[in-house]
């Protein structure tokens, strides 16, 4: 067959696909029984949900492994969680307290959490959890800087650090606790039949298309409008397939399809944290020695800190967000934007002459191809990206044809992550970050994380920003912490941000988008983390009607 028949079936396969799976859409809504959202008279009562939200769990619904980025349990539930305005709020935890050296973390836990299957949650239970979650190799969370939990009493827990660490913070918000008697005599039925805390529970899950869910009659927060929650794990074409055909309440889209119209749909824009920009190599070239094969590092445009400074300047953020997002996100200028943490610093872009001005002042003079040149060296290079057809690619080629117009030569080159491993120390590379947590500051600025593996990909090293860094992590308050981020990123005289060494460009806060049900209010979220975990605060969604 020749490649236009070849693509041919291939669309009508995938046609036939998303065809079967809309129809069995009302298949999985019905599986346990008559619809839910049907009264006796047949009027619709929406009790009921059908989200294409989230990614599948590959190995389950155990936090001690942990799940995917677009991932949250509604089984389990958490010590604490980040409320809407970014404040600390207690969940099964009513708080917590910080030894002078910082190595003993004191927990209280509420006395009226109950699991599912009735049993009280105890103290013992949390330090199980993550006793078990730092010592399962599997697991997604980083628990290295904890030497051990243990319950003192059944209302109290205690955390020893092998170190100051004030963003173990985190764990507490991200490790959902599981039952230690339960959990501990087969952790893998556990995965596949997880007993929580959380407002619901898992009824079925039917691997490679739906997990279903039902209230917790136990849950011992407000109890959630819907009954049933189905989560049906699409690709992207058929969940917007299935909802032109109203079997679904709600999908996650790109910018793409955000604009998309359907009868008795919304589109709703929720704020992220993910945000996307270039990590620039910071030295002059050398090589080293990465999985035994010789690696380049640094680059001898980008160590020039005017080339960065132009970069950061000549480029227009708000044009940006216009056209490569559809309008959907912000302008991004530090990597931290309404996070406590982040010094609130802008930049007046947009600036070519400006731009210029600092490429001239630092020596750089146009060639006879109007490309610059500074001793020798041409404003040259490659700006690797690694997602082909997509806004990365899309942020690519836009910054290749705004900096031609400044002299300086951009080749947008598409690898795969293996690929890019070795190239990004020594070239330009778009990144896309985005974590509800400051710890990404502490992997990506400071020197300890130099070359380990995504983290400080650019070599960056300022020891006074490390010892920032350091103060933070070793700080007991919240307030004393996000100071010393602050300064981390600009002190008033170094810092990594544009006013500093500017070892990145930032440019775009991601929106995550939306549609729904035009009845449907998901209340307040959270600022999205990279992937998003829109269904964290499920229990204040309702109907309207």
């Known amino acids: 067959m020749n490649r236009k028949t070849i693509r041919f079936l291939r669309k009508?396969?995938?046609?036939?696909?998303?065809?079967?799976?809309?129809?069995?859409?009302?298949?999985?809504?019905?599986?346990?029984?008559?619809?839910?959202?049907?009264?006796?008279?047949?009027?619709?009562?929406?009790?009921?949900?059908?989200l294409a939200v989230s990614e599948e769990p590959e190995?389950?619904?155990?936090?001690?492994?942990?799940?995917?980025h677009s991932g949250s349990s509604i089984v389990h539930d958490y010590l604490f969680v980040w409320d809407s305005q970014m404040k600390i709020a207690p969940r099964i935890a009513t708080s917590y307290a910080i030894s002078e050296d910082g190595l003993t973390w004191?927990?209280?836990?509420?006395?009226?959490?109950?699991?599912?299957d009735g049993t009280p949650?105890?103290?013992?239970?949390?330090?199980?959890?993550?006793?078990?979650?730092?010592?399962?190799?599997?697991?997604?969370t980083?628990?290295?800087?904890?030497?051990?939990?243990?319950?003192?009493?059944?209302?109290?827990?205690?955390?020893?650090?092998?170190?100051?660490?004030?963003?173990?913070?985190?764990?507490l918000m991200t490790v959902g606790i599981v039952p230690e008697q339960l959990h501990k005599q087969d952790p893998a039925t556990y995965a596949q039949k997880p007993i929580g805390c959380g407002p619901y529970v898992l009824k079925q899950w039917d691997r490679g298309q739906q997990a279903i869910f039902e209230i917790n009659e136990n849950y011992f927060g407000d109890k959630p409008s819907f009954k049933r929650v189905t989560l049906l794990f699409l690709d992207a074409d058929t969940a917007i397939?299935?909802?032109?055909?109203?079997?679904?309440?709600?999908?996650?889209?790109?910018?793409?399809?955000?604009?998309?119209?359907?009868?008795g749909m919304k589109t709703v824009e929720v704020y992220s944290s993910e945000i996307l920009g270039i990590c620039f190599p910071m030295p002059e070239p050398y090589t080293v020695q990465k999985d035994g094969k010789e690696v380049q590092v640094g680059n001898s445009v980008t160590s020039d800190i005017a080339i960065r400074q132009a970069i950061n300047i000549a480029l227009d953020r708000e044009d940006m967000v216009k056209n490569l997002l559809?309008?959907?996100?912000?302008?991004?200028?530090?990597?931290?934007?309404?996070?406590?943490?982040?010094?609130?610093?802008?930049?007046?872009d947009n600036d070519m002459a400006k731009a210029r001005g600092i490429l001239s002042a630092a020596g750089w003079v146009a060639g006879s191809d109007g490309i610059l040149v500074?001793?020798?060296?041409?404003?040259?290079?490659?700006?690797?990206?690694?997602?082909?057809?997509?806004?990365?690619?899309?942020?690519?080629?836009?910054?290749?044809?705004?900096?031609?117009?400044?002299?300086?030569?951009?080749?947008?080159?598409?690898?795969?992550?293996?690929?890019?491993?070795?190239?990004?120390?020594?070239?330009?590379?778009?990144?896309?970050?985005?974590?509800?947590?400051?710890?990404?500051?502490?992997?990506l600025m400071h020197s300890d994380f130099m070359g380990m593996g995504f983290f400080n990909s650019g070599y960056y090293s300022n020891k006074t920003v490390d010892e920032y860094l350091m103060k933070a992590l070793a700080s007991r308050t919240e307030e004393e912490a996000n100071g010393y981020w602050q300064k981390a990123i600009f002190d008033g005289t170094t810092g990594f941000g544009y006013e500093g060494d500017v070892a990145w460009a930032w440019f775009m806060n991601m929106s995550h988008m939306y549609i729904m049900d035009e009845n449907l209010d998901i209340g307040t979220p959270a600022v999205q983390k990279h992937g998003g975990n829109i269904t964290e605060n499920i229990v204040e969604w309702k109907m309207k009607k």
């Open 12 to 50: 009508l396969i995938h046609l036939v696909c998303a065809l079967c799976l809309v129809l069995f859409v009302p298949a999985c809504i019905n599986d346990q029984g008559d619809d839910p959202n049907k009264g006796n008279t047949g009027e619709k009562v929406k009790d009921s949900l059908v």
């Open 59 to 68: 190995t389950g619904f155990d936090p001690t492994v942990g799940w995917s």
């Open 106 to 116: 004191t927990v209280s836990i509420r006395n009226d959490v109950r699991f599912s």
């Open 121 to 140: 949650l105890k103290a013992s239970d949390v330090s199980y959890t993550f006793n078990a979650t730092k010592a399962n190799k599997d697991s997604v």
């Open 142 to 171: 980083d628990l290295t800087m904890m030497k051990s939990a243990r319950a003192i009493d059944d209302s109290t827990v205690e955390f020893t650090l092998n170190y100051p660490f004030y963003v173990f913070l985190d764990a």
């Open 241 to 263: 397939s299935a909802l032109k055909a109203g079997q679904v309440d709600m999908v996650k889209v790109s910018y793409l399809h955000a604009s998309t119209q359907i009868a």
């Open 326 to 348: 559809n309008g959907y996100g912000s302008p991004a200028y530090t990597g931290y934007e309404k996070m406590p943490w982040n010094n609130n610093s802008t930049i007046k």
């Open 374 to 443: 500074k001793n020798g060296i041409r404003a040259e290079f490659d700006l690797i990206y690694t997602q082909s057809g997509g806004v990365r690619q899309d942020f690519a080629l836009y910054v290749r044809d705004k900096l031609r117009e400044l002299g300086i030569k951009v080749n947008p080159t598409y690898k795969t992550w293996g690929e890019a491993a070795l190239l990004f120390h020594s070239s330009p590379t778009v990144f896309a970050w985005g974590e509800s947590s400051p710890i990404i500051m502490y992997q």
